[in-house]
């Protein structure tokens, strides 16, 4: 829901040498007179509003290393094609230049969020629990990838609906990720605890074991 009675300032991501900080906020830097949440850049200084929508809410952005593109979750319909206001991933390369990744339709009441990007911008994970590849019927929060060569790919696979693959990371390639996961993904967290997993070269590793 938009949460625009509340000011806020949050989910900061900045760029490698720090010089560029994308972040969301309700507030007003000069163009946001609705107080909607926005995504925002900022630079030597200087405020740039990256997204312009209205009754919806734009999130947890993770801009790429030179700070030139960045990936977030939104209610927003950018390009026409989330007229549901279902919550997808989005990709912006400048002001008011969005692109959407994702694109669930299924009325379930899904969200794909937390949206990372690896240096270069072109490859984007993210947590889903939609069914954006015709295999996650059951609606499994599971991890997904977009890359330019594939599209969106989902990384993870669980068994039920009860456990959830959360919070992923890229390394700066966008080579490989890691993720949290209270699913027995290896046979090797039988007690369900939040355990740390790495995907590399399509090798899982849980890379925690606490009992």
Known sequence: ?????????????????????????????????DGNVEIFTVAAAAVTQITSSANCDNLTPSVNSNGTRLSFDSDCDFTGANMDGSVEIFRAAGADDVEQITDDRSSSGCASINAVTDASGDVVAFESDCDLDGGNGAEVNEIYESRPATGVVRRTSSQGDACVNATPALTSDGSALAFASDCDLLGENPDGGTEIYTLNSEVLTQATQDA
Do not use: K
């Open 1 to 33: 829901a938009n949460s625009a009675h509340t000011l806020r300032m949050a989910s900061p991501s900045s760029s490698f040498a720090g010089n560029i900080v994308a972040f969301d906020s309700n507030c007003n830097f000069g163009g946001n007179v």
